[in-house]
């Protein structure tokens, strides 16, 4: 349905005991990019005026979200056995709302990702040399992106009128990712760098063979 491509570099590592007392390992990505090719990515939400009664209305605001400053986050987070299980138990608990890796996008709206890595695959994430490579990290959507409308409620409209509940910022809204890829990738600056050194050693290369006579 959509697809996204972010590019990731510079991640902070956490390892720590959740709510829960279960220890938990992310890696989290403060400053990730959208691929320009993905181009604009539209999303429009419905924001409320912060009246009630007969002055309440709403109006609605489209924003580029593949635009810098619009990417909040992306979190990967370690599937270890213990998450595993408690995975688990909230499908069990909740049959229609199963967990799943996601979106989510807030009022402003900007977009954090949330993922799950198997242990095999996390520890490959720690070994990168961030300085000399960079990871790209394809989502599939089950919803697209682009021209996606998050509307207020109508209860809540209903509400807001009536002045029943506080005026808040639009919920959170949710994307479900059906399947998601990584690729690491060379910093073009240090590819060029290879490369250089590898045409010197060619060059050189050439003249020990012409210095020797083959």
């Not at 007969?54 to 909040?72: D, F, I, K, M, Q």
């Not at 002045?163 to 910022?169: D, E, N, V, Y």
């Amino acid at each position: 349905m959509g697809k996204l491509r972010f590019l990731l570099s510079n991640p902070e590592h956490y390892i720590y005991t959740d709510h829960e007392g279960f220890l938990r390992e992310e890696v989290v990505f403060n400053a990730p990019k959208i691929d320009k090719d993905c181009g604009d990515i539209l999303v429009s939400r419905e924001y409320h005026n912060k009246q009630h009664g007969e002055n309440y209305g709403t109006h609605w605001e489209t924003t580029s979200v593949a635009r810098e400053g619009h990417l909040t986050k992306v979190t990967i987070w370690h599937r270890t056995e213990i998450l595993d299980s408690a995975i688990r138990k909230w499908n069990e608990r909740n049959p229609e709302d199963k967990w799943t890796d996601q979106i989510q996008i807030d009022w402003m709206p900007s977009l954090e990702v949330y993922v799950t890595l198997p242990s095999e695959y996390f520890s490959r994430l720690l070994r990168i040399n961030w300085k000399e490579q960079f990871l790209t990290l394809t989502v599939d959507t089950n919803q697209p992106l682009n021209g996606l409308k998050i509307p207020i409620m109508e209860e809540d409209k209903n509400a807001y009128r009536e002045g029943k509940i506080a005026l808040q910022t639009p919920d959170i809204h949710i994307v479900a990712i059906s399947r998601y890829r990584f690729e690491i990738k060379c910093i073009p600056e240090y590819e060029k760098k290879l490369s250089d050194e590898s045409s010197r050693l060619n060059i050189l290369s050439r003249l020990l063979r012409f210095a020797v006579g083959r």
